[in-house]
């Protein structure tokens, strides 16, 4: 093996000369004071060497044994760590996603094969999104509008109208949110997040997207019918017939609701998968293994490849 480093050490440490190996692996040392002597043979990819010690003479020519290298160990370590603390590094990071830089987009994962959240951490996640400071803009611009137009109109108008409009509409998206998002979640082991596919044809992101008011993914990492954005619909509108004008209360309002919340939600995942990415600010990088974290969970011992016989130096 040619360039190997090579040293003549003195019994007592002291390095006294060095070498790089010829092309051959072929290497000498000349004017080696008397004494005793060994050789240390150090190169890349392969464990280090030393010969036995042995002892020079004054005129003495001392050939050294054969030196035949061994293929250095190769460590693997393997990190392992609970999903949960996973799934916490990427909710953290999922909660600094914004259109814009200001309107929330927490519930999107772009991480395909992100770990499962526990549910409190599906609760966290919810009142983050559900009470951000945008949701309370949002409401009073569309309790605005619901003025303007009046509707509904058993609400009246004037500042009692508005009002009433205005906890109507805020009722309506944190019971949603929360029943969705957290409750029937939780109990039926889902994930509420869209998860972004990015690739493929225009017509299979789209199926993709819009499915997914229909399909939602468990906690196992399965499709399942999405049973909690539409339960979690249909109890809102059910709770929502306390606090609506007796007129517009009933089976309609109920089913009514449903359908409106099952509609925007695909058009939500349809806005996600071709235009919200390109607007979100701090969307996390992936891997080249597709994660934000390629750690995985408690710690392996490191496994040694077995060592085998190389060219002579």
């Given at each position: 093996m040619p360039?190997?480093?090579v040293?003549l050490?003195?019994?007592?440490?002291e390095?006294?000369?060095?070498?790089?190996s010829?092309a051959?692996g072929?290497?000498?040392f000349?004017?080696?004071p008397?004494g005793?002597?060994?050789v240390t043979?150090?190169?890349a990819?392969?464990?280090p060497?030393r010969t036995?010690e042995f002892?020079i003479?004054t005129?003495?020519r001392?050939v050294?044994?054969?030196?035949?290298?061994?293929?250095?160990?190769l460590?693997a370590?393997?990190?392992?760590r609970?999903a949960?603390?996973i799934?916490a590094?990427?909710?953290?990071a999922?909660e600094?996603?914004?259109v814009?830089?200001?309107?929330?987009?927490y519930y999107?994962?772009?991480?395909?094969d992100?770990?499962?959240l526990t549910?409190k951490q599906?609760?966290?996640?919810?009142i983050?999104?559900?009470?951000?400071w945008?949701?309370?803009?949002?409401?009073?611009m569309?309790?605005g509008?619901?003025?303007?137009?009046?509707?509904p109109s058993?609400?009246?108008?004037g500042a009692?109208?508005?009002?009433?409009?205005?906890?109507?509409?805020?009722?309506d998206?944190?019971?949603s949110?929360?029943l969705?998002?957290?409750?029937?979640a939780?109990?039926?082991?889902?994930?509420?997040r869209?998860f972004?596919q990015?690739t493929?044809?225009?017509?299979?992101r789209l199926?993709h997207?819009?499915?997914?008011?229909?399909?939602a993914r468990s906690?196992?990492?399965k499709?399942m019918?999405n049973?909690?954005?539409?339960?979690?619909?249909i109890?809102?509108g059910?709770?929502?017939n306390a606090y609506?004008?007796s007129?517009?209360r009933?089976?309609?309002?109920?089913?009514?609701n449903a359908?409106i919340g099952i509609?925007?939600?695909a058009a939500q995942a349809v806005f996600?998968?071709?235009?919200?990415?390109?607007l979100?600010?701090?969307v996390?990088?992936?891997?080249?293994s597709?994660?934000t974290?390629?750690?995985a969970?408690?710690?392996?011992?490191?496994k040694s490849s077995?060592a085998?016989?190389?060219?002579?130096?």
């Amino acid at each position: 093996m040619p360039q190997a480093q090579v040293s003549l050490i003195q019994k007592s440490g002291e390095q006294v000369q060095t070498r790089k190996s010829g092309a051959n692996g072929q290497f000498s040392f000349a004017e080696v004071p008397p004494g005793s002597y060994f050789v240390t043979v150090e190169a890349a990819g392969f464990a280090p060497f030393r010969t036995q010690e042995f002892a020079i003479t004054t005129q003495q020519r001392y050939v050294v044994p054969d030196i035949s290298l061994v293929v250095a160990g190769l460590n693997a370590n393997v990190i392992v760590r609970p999903a949960d603390e996973i799934a916490a590094e990427q909710i953290k990071a999922e909660e600094k996603q914004r259109v814009m830089g200001v309107f929330p987009n927490y519930y999107v994962s772009y991480v395909p094969d992100a770990a499962p959240l526990t549910s409190k951490q599906k609760f966290s996640l919810a009142i983050h999104d559900t009470f951000d400071w945008t949701t309370f803009l949002g409401v009073s611009m569309g309790a605005g509008l619901e003025q303007a137009t009046n509707r509904p109109s058993g609400y009246g108008q004037g500042a009692v109208g508005y009002g009433k409009r205005w906890g109507a509409l805020f009722a309506d998206g944190r019971s949603s949110d929360l029943l969705s998002h957290y409750v029937f979640a939780s109990l039926l082991r889902q994930d509420p997040r869209y998860f972004y596919q990015g690739t493929g044809t225009t017509k299979s992101r789209l199926y993709h997207a819009m499915s997914s008011a229909f399909v939602a993914r468990s906690d196992s990492g399965k499709n399942m019918p999405n049973y909690s954005y539409l339960l979690g619909d249909i109890c809102a509108g059910a709770i929502s017939n306390a606090y609506y004008p007796s007129s517009d209360r009933g089976a309609g309002l109920v089913f009514t609701n449903a359908a409106i919340g099952i509609a925007g939600r695909a058009a939500q995942a349809v806005f996600q998968e071709f235009v919200a990415k390109r607007l979100t600010k701090n969307v996390p990088k992936l891997s080249s293994s597709g994660s934000t974290d390629p750690n995985a969970s408690a710690s392996l011992p490191p496994k040694s490849s077995a060592a085998s016989p190389a060219p002579k130096p």
